[in-house]
């Protein structure tokens, strides 16, 4: 799981850096309002996540939380943050 989430940073921080025009990832990056729509989806995909699990959906759960964990990362892409300050918090906590 770390070598997935530390696989998935580092491509969006290749498509933040090369910007190519197919990338949806790279549009977030480029698009004058591409931090509000990442903001909404983490919105959506929250309310979608609660849904899933009232209703035990547990592959609508993985596939929300995949959603959520995907334009989490961008997001702290885009504050300049990265997997390392997540952790330092989450470690702070133990
Ligand atoms: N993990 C993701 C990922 N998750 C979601 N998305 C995109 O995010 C957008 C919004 O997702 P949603 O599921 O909300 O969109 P939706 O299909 O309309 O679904 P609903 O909102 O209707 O439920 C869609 O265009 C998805 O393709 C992602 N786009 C890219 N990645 C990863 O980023 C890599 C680079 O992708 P590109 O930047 O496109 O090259 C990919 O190889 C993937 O590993």
Known sequence: MDDTLEDLFAV???RK????????TASLFTHE????AVLEKLGEET??????????????????????VY???????MKEMDLADLE????SRR
Do not use: Q
Request: glycine share 2%.
């Open 12 to 14: 969006i921080e290749d």
């Open 17 to 24: 850096e090369t910007l190519p025009e197919d990338s949806y």
């Open 33 to 36: 309002k591409g931090e509000n």
């Open 47 to 68: 309310t979608e996540l609660v849904l899933a699990a009232k209703d035990d959906d547990r592959e609508e759960i993985a596939y929300e939380a995949a959603d959520i």
């Open 71 to 77: 334009h989490l990362l961008v997001l702290l892409s």
């Open 88 to 91: 330092a918090e989450l470690e």
